[in-house]
Nanobody, 116 residues
Framework: QVQLVESGGGLVQAGGSLRLSCAAS????????MGWYRQAPGKQRELVAT???????NFAEAVKGRFTISRDNAKNTVYLQMNSLKPEDTALYYC??????????WGQGTQVTVSS
């Protein structure tokens, strides 16, 4: 069973930066897509950014130019560098992975709070 473990959330002032990390662990698996979604109170979960094993990336319009995503395929780890954070970025951030021939996996979520 593949598990995702996130780290790096916290409280930051507007304009600040945070870096989220997510590592996938388990036995005999291959990860196609890794990325991040977020869910703010009272709102639906939404895409933040994803990255394929081949290096293609996809970002939500709201974070383009401020967030970057990167992967270490050898470590099955994905990173989300968040710069110029805004109060509207406050949410529970979930790591996501699409496992080859196994389906989707989600992390437990890590809280990001941006104060104004």
């Amino acid at each position: 069973q593949v598990q995702l473990v996130e780290s790096g959330g916290g409280l930051v002032q507007a304009g600040g930066s945070l870096r989220l990390s997510c590592a996938a662990s388990g036995s005999s698996f291959s990860v196609n897509v890794m990325g991040w979604y977020r869910q703010a109170p009272g709102k639906q979960r939404e895409l933040v950014a994803t990255a394929t094993s081949g290096g293609s990336t996809n970002f939500a319009e709201a974070v383009k130019g401020r967030f970057t995503i990167s992967r270490d395929n050898a470590k099955n780890t994905v990173y989300l560098q968040m710069n110029s954070l805004k109060p509207e970025d406050t949410a529970l951030y979930y790591c996501y992975a699409r496992i080859f021939r196994s389906g989707d996996r989600w992390g437990q979520g890590t809280q990001v709070t941006v104060s104004s």
